[in-house]
């Protein structure tokens, strides 16, 4: 619909005439994070910036690689760290333990990781040849723009996402009627090419479901618990915590439900190796999240490549999502740092020898 309106060439318009081309890629980074954080869903960023950011990769001649990394890292930072994202409050109340201490633990890895993002994006953008002119032709109607202002805005207000994005749709049919764009029936016919865009998406993400059901009835899900709880001791505790939720999200590709799936069995070894219940949180939900951003077969990396229509590969994707990676390096860094600055375990019987001998 906001094809149709004009909405998505005016406002790559109006950022390509009051933006840098060279900071393109760590704008839409920072675009698509902010609006994750506020929203709670990587999904709904996605849905609410792609239309947008293929464009910027069409008028600029900029890598769409790159751009749609951009926007998948952006999104996962945001739904990773955001206080109304389902996967924190899986993992919160999963394990037990306040979102804003499970905040300030992601945060430190997590914002590290970004960071380095930007400083890559940025280098990346700096070679990028910043010779856009806009004709005549390309007048800037800030009307149009409307549509997506009023996403972002009732999203931040934390509007259910159902019901923002039918109100987006209704407002560029509006716009679209208006101006002349379009009439009733074609409002109708756009509505429905919409529909049939997402209908592999849909069919795909179903049988992914049934898939993710038979494999937990079979007792796929309870062999993988299994195997990994009796390899893992007080120093593997977090990273086969962490291998548990991933191994999980790979069968059923929902970061939420694997998180919801593994968090008993999480706890339990939490309480059995005396583990930090806010950095197993916390792992849980980077380990999901981590996961998620990966699959070919999950819907953020679907809905990218649907939008690109074939100019780009999955592994063109994945090479270019450089938060992820960078998120995955610091959270194995940071657990192993933590693991040899945390004192040894000293048992019941070597704390009696220990007093008798004082």
Not at 45 to 61: E, Q, R
Not at 169 to 186: C, E, P, R, S, T
Request: one cysteine or more; hydrophobic letters at 50%.
């Amino acid at each position: 619909m906001c094809k149709a309106t004009g909405s998505v060439d005016a406002i790559v318009n109006l950022g390509l005439n009051y933006i840098s081309v060279h900071l393109l890629y760590a704008g839409v980074f920072v675009i698509s994070a902010f609006l994750s954080l506020s929203t709670g869903t990587s999904v709904g960023a996605i849905v609410a910036l792609a239309a947008i950011v293929m464009s910027f990769a069409d008028k600029t001649g900029a890598s769409l690689s790159v751009l749609s990394a951009s926007l998948l890292g952006g999104a996962m930072f945001g739904d990773n760290l955001s206080f109304i994202s389902d996967t924190t409050i899986a993992a919160t109340q999963s394990m037990g333990c306040k979102m804003k201490d499970k905040f300030k633990q992601n945060f430190k890895i997590a914002l590290l990781a970004a960071g380095i993002t930007l400083i890559i994006l940025l280098v990346q953008g700096f070679f990028l040849e910043d010779s856009i002119y806009l004709s005549n032709s390309a007048k800037i109607e800030l009307v149009r723009i409307i549509p997506y202002l009023l996403v972002i805005i009732l999203a931040i207000i934390g509007v259910n996402v159902f019901a923002v994005l039918l109100t987006g749709i209704f407002a560029a049919g509006a716009i679209g009627l208006f101006y002349g764009n379009f009439d009733m029936m074609g409002f109708a016919k756009l509505s429905y090419e919409g529909f049939t865009g997402m209908t592999e998406i849909f069919l795909l993400s179903m049988l992914m479901g049934g898939l993710a059901a038979l494999v937990t009835k079979e007792g796929g899900l309870e062999y993988i618990s299994r195997f990994i709880n009796k390899k893992v001791n007080r120093k593997t505790g977090y990273l086969g915590i962490g291998c548990l939720v991933g191994f999980t999200n790979f069968a059923i590709a929902n970061n939420t439900v694997s998180i919801i799936v593994t968090g008993s069995i999480a706890k339990d070894i939490c309480s059995k190796l005396k583990l930090d219940k806010v950095k197993v949180a916390s792992v849980l939900d980077i380990f999901a999240c981590f996961t998620q951003g990966l699959l070919p077969y999950g819907a953020q990396v679907l809905l990218i490549l649907s939008y690109a229509e074939g100019k780009i590969g999955y592994f063109d994707l994945i090479a270019n999502t450089w938060y992820l990676w960078l998120l995955l390096v610091g959270t194995l860094f940071y657990l192993q740092l933590k693991i040899k600055k945390s004192p040894p375990k000293i048992s019941e019987t070597h704390k009696i020898v220990a007093v008798l001998e004082a």
